[in-house]
Nanobody, 118 residues
Framework: QVQLVESGGGLVQPGGSLRLSCAASGRIFSIRMMAWYRQAPGNQRELVAHITSGGSTNYVDSVKGRFTISRDNANNTVYLQMNSLKPEDTAVYYC????????????WGQGTQVTVSS
């Protein structure tokens, strides 16, 4: 059984920062890619950032220069440092991983709420 558990969400004022964490646990042999998605009310889930096992990263244009994704391969953990937060960043943030357990598959965390408001 594989689990992805996110933490670090909360309420922050515009211009503030938050750091999200996501730890993968269970029967894991390899993690190819880890990513953060977000979904605001009434919107589709969108890819925010992803990082490969080799450290290559990609970001949606709206967060470039403000968000940084990183990972700790030894501990199967991915982070999202979010700076200069804007109200439009408000959403539920989900961790996603493409990993090898019994088979290669995509796994999701339960989500963590990020609210940017004064």
């Amino acid at each position: 059984q594989v689990q992805l558990v996110e933490s670090g969400g909360g309420l922050v004022q515009p211009g503030g920062s938050l750091r999200l964490s996501c730890a993968a646990s269970g029967r894991i042999f390899s993690i190819r890619m880890m990513a953060w998605y977000r979904q605001a009310p009434g919107n589709q889930r969108e890819l925010v950032a992803h990082i490969t096992s080799g450290g290559s990263t990609n970001y949606v244009d709206s967060v470039k220069g403000r968000f940084t994704i990183s990972r700790d391969n030894a501990n199967n953990t991915v982070y999202l440092q979010m700076n200069s937060l804007k109200p439009e960043d408000t959403a539920v943030y989900y961790c996603n991983a493409e990993l090898l357990s019994t088979y290669w598959g995509r796994y999701w965390g339960q989500g963590t709420q990020v609210t940017v408001s004064s």
